[in-house]
């Protein structure tokens, strides 16, 4: 199963937790999308193929009626084969698709849109989300993989991942985003739990512990060990890599129940953290993952 899928699927758990506050995040993750169903609005009110992935995925997650889902495929046709789009477009472009229906991407655009994808390949056997890079990043490997999941299969020489995953370690045990940074981050660390699991790999001990230990006693998780305050994100996605190896962060529940609590609106959306005043369909995407998880 491909990580949208696999977040999808857990997502869809959080009504069990909102109850009828379900219906206000529906309504707030609809009220981004833009004029004509062209895309969901980021934070400056313009459409973005970014932002678009969490808006169509938190309303799958949400809705369950047949057609209550927009259609953005003329939309996303207008992108063709994603010429002239950033790393991160490219691979949020091929997710967009994976919801849409894959089908609906021409096999030439496919390839193309693969191979532009593949150019973002790093000497390491990585991918960063910069170009012309000769070691890879957690996040470029992560988009990269789950791009080529959404395309419908895997990068030319996948094992080659691990060279580039293992000179992200850090010597607390967990990982970083780029080489050479002496302290480890909680999304990197979680990208890199996740992905040991997609390629069939034991992620080491250490770093699961790692990440147990970035939640804080009154729950939500730190984006590094002397962060200033919790984070939505870092909590969804450490949540998300410690389910996926099976660990048992059972007594993390109640604590972090109450902060993503602390961090929702009630005209529907999630803030990113406690000084965050901007609700976006990113966050929200995230406020429905962490309950999901948290339903369980």
Same mark, same amino acid.
């Given at each position: 199963?491909?990580?949208?899928?696999?977040?999808?699927?857990?997502?869809?758990?959080?009504?069990?937790?909102?109850?009828?506050?379900?219906?206000?995040?529906?309504?707030?993750?609809?009220?981004?999308?833009?004029?004509?169903?062209?895309?969901?609005?980021?934070?400056?009110?313009?459409?973005?193929?970014?932002?678009?992935?969490? &808006?169509?995925?938190?309303?799958?997650?949400?809705?369950?009626?047949?057609?209550?889902?927009?259609?953005?495929?003329?939309?996303?046709?207008?992108?063709?084969?994603?010429?002239?789009?950033?790393?991160?477009?490219?691979?949020?472009?091929?997710?967009?698709?994976?919801?849409?229906?894959?089908?609906?991407?021409?096999?030439?655009?496919?390839?193309?849109?693969?191979?532009?994808?593949?150019?973002?390949?790093?000497?390491?056997?990585?991918?960063?989300?910069?170009?012309?890079?000769?070691? &890879?990043?957690?996040?470029?490997?992560?988009?990269?993989?789950?791009?080529?999941?959404?395309?419908?299969?895997?990068?030319?020489?996948?094992?080659?991942?691990?060279?580039?995953?293992?000179?992200?370690?850090?010597?607390? &045990?967990?990982?970083?985003?780029?080489?050479?940074?002496?302290?480890?981050?909680?999304?990197?660390?979680?990208?890199?739990?996740?992905?040991?699991?997609?390629?069939?790999?034991?992620?080491?001990?250490?770093?699961?512990?790692?990440?147990?230990?970035?939640?804080?006693?009154?729950?939500?998780?730190?984006?590094?060990?002397?962060?200033?305050?919790?984070?939505?994100?870092?909590?969804?996605?450490?949540?998300?890599?410690?389910?996926?190896?099976?660990?048992?962060?059972?007594?993390?529940?109640?604590?972090?129940?109450?902060?993503?609590?602390?961090?929702?609106?009630?005209?529907? &959306?999630?803030?990113?953290?406690?000084?965050?005043?901007?609700?976006?369909?990113?966050?929200?995407?995230?406020?429905?993952?962490?309950?999901?998880?948290?339903?369980?």
């Amino acid at each position: 199963m491909s990580f949208r899928l696999e977040m999808l699927q857990v997502a869809r758990l959080a009504p069990k937790i909102l109850g009828e506050s379900a219906a206000l995040v529906e309504g707030f993750l609809r009220s981004r999308l833009a004029a004509d169903a062209k895309g969901f609005l980021d934070r400056d009110e313009r459409p973005d193929l970014y932002y678009s992935v969490f &808006g169509i995925e938190g309303l799958r997650a949400l809705s369950t009626q047949e057609g209550a889902v927009p259609d953005l495929r003329p939309w996303l046709r207008g992108f063709g084969d994603g010429d002239g789009l950033d790393f991160v477009h490219l691979c949020c472009l091929a997710r967009c698709w994976g919801n849409a229906g894959i089908d609906g991407l021409p096999p030439a655009a496919r390839e193309a849109l693969a191979a532009r994808v593949e150019a973002y390949r790093c000497e390491d056997g990585g991918y960063h989300q910069a170009p012309g890079r000769k070691r &890879g990043s957690a996040y470029g490997c992560l988009l990269a993989w789950g791009a080529y999941q959404d395309l419908g299969g895997l990068p030319p020489e996948p094992w080659r991942l691990a060279e580039c995953m293992g000179g992200l370690r850090t010597a607390d &045990g967990a990982w970083s985003n780029e080489p050479h940074i002496p302290v480890g981050s909680t999304t990197a660390t979680a990208a890199m739990v996740a992905l040991h699991r997609h390629m069939e790999m034991e992620p080491p001990a250490e770093a699961v512990d790692w990440l147990m230990r970035r939640c804080l006693p009154g729950g939500g998780f730190l984006a590094m060990p002397n962060a200033p305050l919790p984070d939505l994100l870092s909590t969804a996605v450490a949540l998300h890599a410690l389910d996926a190896v099976q660990a048992d962060f059972s007594r993390l529940k109640e604590p972090c129940l109450d902060f993503v609590d602390s961090l929702w609106d009630a005209t529907g &959306g999630f803030h990113g953290n406690w000084t965050d005043d901007v609700l976006d369909c990113e966050y929200t995407y995230y406020g429905l993952l962490a309950l999901g998880h948290l339903s369980l």
